[in-house]
């Protein structure tokens, strides 16, 4: 079947159905598609299957005894990466973005699924189906919400394509693996991202009123890895803001759903290839899980700058401190914020002292653990035997 003889019986730009109603989701598609009726054993949420999937993925499951496999789950190679020529517009330099293009480009595959900006809030996920490399640049940047690019997969398999390309965060991929051997396709690549804490795109903007006195010029926000965060604006000028003076706790109750707060997949452990920065140290931290993932890193090696990852500092007194935040806190927000005059001395001790590189990493995995754990008793304690992965 060529694409040509299938593209006028469906848009890809048609509207999808809307979701369906659960008790725990975070919109990755699954339930907008005629394969809805497989979310009970398909969903990270409701049936989680990491140990099975891994071995389906990787041809192994997790090995505590290898390396750092306990906290970023299976993997062959780990290296700190940059473009040597960044993309405008990128979150980082760009390597996931390039790498898309690049598999479009030397017809590795033929459709890239990945999630790009809505036409009137750049902020506002939209997930697009690319066949052209360069519609890969809509894609560059943090989107802050829910992308159903689940719910893509479905039509670009109904458009005839077979050989995909996917970027995706945990939940997606979990569903994706899930679904993978029964969609007949000639191959499948998945580029992971991490994930944590997300929230709707309207919620995100109240984040922005609280952060910036210019929330509308704001064009970029990342979580940075020396416990800051830093906004961008348009005329070019910048603010980095300590973790410790977010104004966390004057957020709405709901500002984080259930299922993010209860998520165990932090660094996308089936992806083929996971492009994130928590281990990154300032630069982007790759982590290539498969035979699969190292064609990927292959591809684009010619364009990368690659240095060994690096580890200091010690994240037990910071991991400790948040389990106690989050055994305080209400609805996954802390009640109260650390006293005025304290804040920048936190945040400087943070700075200097906190984990960096790896360690840093490994704090982040251990605290989002123990914000699912914690998450698990208060809300869902009847789910914790069958939510909580064994590792």
């Known amino acids: 079947m060529t694409r040509a003889a299938v593209l006028p019986i469906l848009d890809a730009d048609a509207p999808f159905a809307p979701p369906r ?79 898309g293009a690049l598999l479009l480009e030397r017809g590795v595959v033929d459709a890239v699924i990945a999630t790009a900006s809505q036409a009137d809030d750049q902020w506002a996920p939209k997930p697009i189906l690319v066949t052209d490399p360069r519609d890969m640049a809509q894609c560059r940047g943090m989107k802050m919400g829910f992308s159903p690019v689940v ?71 990342e979580f940075m890895p020396d416990m800051k965060v830093e906004i961008r604006y348009r005329d070019g000028s910048t603010t980095r803001i300590p973790f410790i003076q977010l104004p966390l706790s004057t957020l709405p109750s709901d500002f984080f759903p259930s299922a993010c707060r209860s998520c165990f997949d932090y660094t996308n452990t089936l992806a083929d290839i996971t492009v994130g920065y928590m281990g990154g140290s300032g630069d982007q931290w790759l982590i290539v899980r498969n035979t699969r993932g190292l064609e990927l890193l292959a591809l684009l090696h010619e364009e990368l700058r690659l240095t060994p990852l690096t580890s200091r500092g010690a994240r037990q007194k910071a991991v400790g401190l948040f389990v106690r935040v989050l055994e305080e806190a209400r609805d996954g927000l802390p009640l109260r914020r650390a006293p005025k005059w304290a804040r920048p001395i936190i945040g400087w001790m ?26 698990m008793q208060r809300e869902r304690p009847h789910r914790m035997r069958r939510s909580i992965p064994d590792f």
């Open 21 to 99: 109603a659960r008790a725990v989701c975070t919109d990755c598609g699954l339930s907008r598609t005629g394969w809805a009726h497989r979310c009970g054993n398909a969903c990270q949420f409701i049936h989680p299957r990491y140990d099975e999937l891994e071995r389906q993925v990787h041809g192994r499951s997790r090995d505590a005894a290898r390396g750092d496999e306990l906290h970023f789950g299976p993997y062959v190679r780990m290296v700190r990466a940059r473009l040597r020529s960044p993309l405008a517009g990128a979150q980082w330099t760009g390597i996931t973005s390039r790498l």
């Open 350 to 375: 943070q700075t200097h002292f906190g984990p960096k590189g790896l360690e840093f990493a490994r704090a982040r995995v251990e605290m989002k653990s123990a914000e699912g754990v914690i998450t």
């Open 151 to 221: 719910a893509m997969l479905e039509r670009a398999v109904q458009l005839g394509y077979r050989r995909i390309a996917i970027v995706g965060v945990p939940c997606q991929v979990h569903a994706v693996r899930a679904l993978e051997r029964s969609l007949g396709l000639e191959r499948l690549l998945v580029i992971g991202t991490p994930c944590s804490d997300n929230t709707t795109t309207e919620n995100f903007h109240t984040f922005l009123s609280l952060v910036s006195p210019r929330p509308a010029d704001v064009t970029y926000l």
